[in-house]
């Protein structure tokens, strides 16, 4: 009697939001308890900070592939990590597994799953589960609503050289600048060149315990984390 051909498992990209643990939809939630393999980004040494997320909402008996990787920049991203790491991934799934893969805050808004889903959406079935971005995340700590009726609103990575970034800021009435790490100090210039300091502020660490909102003038540049973010509004306020 032939071999019954085993179903093959299934992929979930899980966005588990910006770091608070409640802000997690009950999609994820589901899925990171039912799913018998956990797999998350990890730095090279030391924990994951998407698994510490939703630490308290895991079962305790999955199995667990770390993705350690490099995570300075100018080594991002690490081919030879995702490439490891999408094997071992999909020989689960070719065992009819279902893998349950974090990724902080939404995984196709900057997210590191979209490298994953580039290896693994070719060979084996991958479903996407949004989450709260860092975008929604730090406009709701701030108080700060993105856009209004026909504003256009610009995503701005702050690596942007600064004439770059000074033309974008230019043409748009509200932007958000992520990235912004050793970088904090050429968009502080740039916003201050446009006459927009005024009306930018900051956020880093949206929703977690060490949450800072500062205004720009008060950011020590030397300090600023790579998990922050200057929302802008040309009127000052979305709803003016």
């Not at 900051?202 to 998990?227: E, K, R």
Request: proline content about 8%.
């Amino acid at each position: 009697m032939a071999d019954t051909p085993r179903n093959p498992g299934r992929v979930y990209g899980l966005g588990v939001g910006p770091g608070d643990p409640e802000l997690i939809t009950v999609k994820a939630l589901r899925l990171l308890r039912a799913c018998p393999v956990l797999a998350y980004p990890a730095p090279e040494t030391g924990d994951s900070l998407a698994r510490a997320i939703v630490a308290d909402h895991l079962p305790g008996d999955q199995v667990e592939i770390p993705i350690r990787m490099p995570l300075e920049v100018a080594r991002f991203p690490a081919q030879a990590v995702y490439d490891q790491a999408a094997e071992e991934i999909g020989a689960r799934v070719a065992e009819g597994q279902d893998v349950a893969v974090l990724c902080q805050g939404d995984p196709f808004f900057y997210g590191s799953f979209m490298y994953l889903f580039g290896r693994l959406a070719e060979v084996c079935p991958v479903e996407v589960v949004p989450g709260v971005s860092s975008l929604t995340a730090c406009a709701a700590a701030l108080g700060a609503p993105l856009a209004a009726r026909n504003d256009t609103l610009a995503i701005l990575p702050g690596p942007l050289p600064e004439d770059e970034l000074a033309k974008a800021l230019s043409t748009v009435e509200a932007a958000a600048i992520i990235k912004l790490g050793r970088h904090f100090g050429k968009v502080r210039r740039v916003l201050e060149n446009l006459g927009l300091a005024d009306n930018a502020r900051y956020v880093a660490h949206a929703t977690m315990a060490d949450q800072a909102i500062l205004p720009l003038a008060a950011v020590d540049a030397a300090a600023v984390p790579y998990f922050s973010m200057i929302l802008v509004h040309r009127r000052g306020a979305a709803w003016q």
